[in-house]
């Protein structure tokens, strides 16, 4: 089991900039990937980005361009840089972790922090 701990979500203006935070413990060995989806109300969890242990990224259309995501293995820690932030990027952000064991992935999740864009 890996536990995972979010920080700094919060309120921001259009256009503005915040960086999410996840620090994993327990079984953190070996994981594979590393990520962040959203959810907002009245949808569903999407994902955000991801990186891998090798560092290949994935972003979602909507954020390609204003997010960055990067990890840093010997902390066991993955971080959301977001830039020119809008509106529609209010949701609560959960941080993901993935393993595969045996071809079968296992997936721990944060507690979520809520970012809010609002001026």
């Known amino acids: 089991q890996v536990q995972l701990v979010e920080s700094g979500g919060g309120l921001v203006q259009p256009g503005g900039s915040l960086r999410l935070s996840c620090a994993a413990s327990?079984?953190?060995?070996?994981?594979?990937?590393m990520g962040w989806y959203r959810q907002a109300p009245g949808k569903q969890r999407e994902l955000v980005a991801e990186i891998t242990s090798g560092g290949n990224t994935n972003y979602a259309d909507s954020v390609r361009g204003r997010f960055t995501v990067s990890r840093d293995n010997a902390k066991n820690r993955v971080y959301l840089q977001m830039n020119s932030l809008k509106p529609e990027d209010t949701a609560v952000y959960y941080c993901?972790?993935?393993?595969?064991?045996?071809?079968?992935?296992?997936?721990?999740w944060g507690q979520g922090t809520q970012v809010t864009v609002s001026s």
């Open positions: 327990g079984s953190s060995r070996s994981i594979n990937a």
């Open positions: 993901n972790a993935r393993k595969i064991v045996a071809g079968i992935e296992y997936d721990s």
